[in-house]
């Protein structure tokens, strides 16, 4: 398999690590990839980003190049958070980045800080996106964003909390939601066009 690298920005071209196998890492294809960063291109610039199931980083690697204010790098596997910190280095992005070993779920019950953008890339056929993201809507930024890929024909919720999913992108076998921040204002209004 090819390295992964990143696409654009202050790191543009760098090569990044995996671990061996897809049973830690499964990397984002390069044009889904793009297709995420071109949809919150005007998120990003001083952003604080979360990166669940983190795997080698390129996710928030490459929000961090596209002007990401700082980046929480989270995976429970200890290769994992090594292969992470081996590949902020890389691409000269350390100092703007925490990276734990923790599991997703303690992470977001126990955070306390708020995120203007959140990437999930959970294993697939497991439905952890669905079942996590009462606890991201917790964490998520009004006008935030969460961006959660999955294996296509994954069962997701148009709604969970404050969040509306707003966009499906399919990729193949890959799925991409686009879920968004919606006030109470916003959903009410929502909710008043829906047929009686």
Not at 80 to 89: D, K, M, P, T, W
Not at 133 to 139: E, G, I, T, Y
Not at 177 to 187: N, P, S
Request: charged share 25%; proline share 5%; with cysteine.
């Amino acid at each position: 398999m090819d390295r992964m690298r990143v696409i654009a920005g202050s790191a543009r071209g760098v090569k990044l690590s995996a671990l061996p196998g897809e049973e830690i890492t499964r990397p984002t294809i390069d044009r889904v990839k793009e297709s995420m960063f071109s949809s919150v291109q005007f998120l990003l610039e001083g952003a604080e980003v979360l990166d669940l199931f983190a795997g080698s980083g390129q996710l928030g690697i490459e929000a961090l190049s596209r002007g990401a204010k700082r980046c929480v790098f989270i995976d429970q596997d200890r290769g994992a958070c090594e292969i992470v910190r081996q590949n902020l280095r890389a691409a000269g992005l350390a100092g703007k980045a925490s990276v734990s070993q923790t599991q997703a779920q303690h992470f977001l019950s126990t955070a306390r800080e708020p995120f203007d953008l959140i990437l999930m890339d959970p294993p697939y056929h497991q439905g952890t996106v669905a079942a996590l993201l009462p606890l991201v809507a917790r964490v998520v930024k009004p006008g935030g964003v969460v961006l959660a890929e999955t294996e296509y024909g994954a069962q997701l919720p148009e709604r969970c909390g404050c969040l509306v999913c707003r966009k499906h992108y399919k990729y193949g076998k890959v799925a991409l939601a686009r879920y968004e921040y919606a006030d109470e204002e916003e959903l009410a209004d929502e909710n008043s066009d829906l047929p009686r």
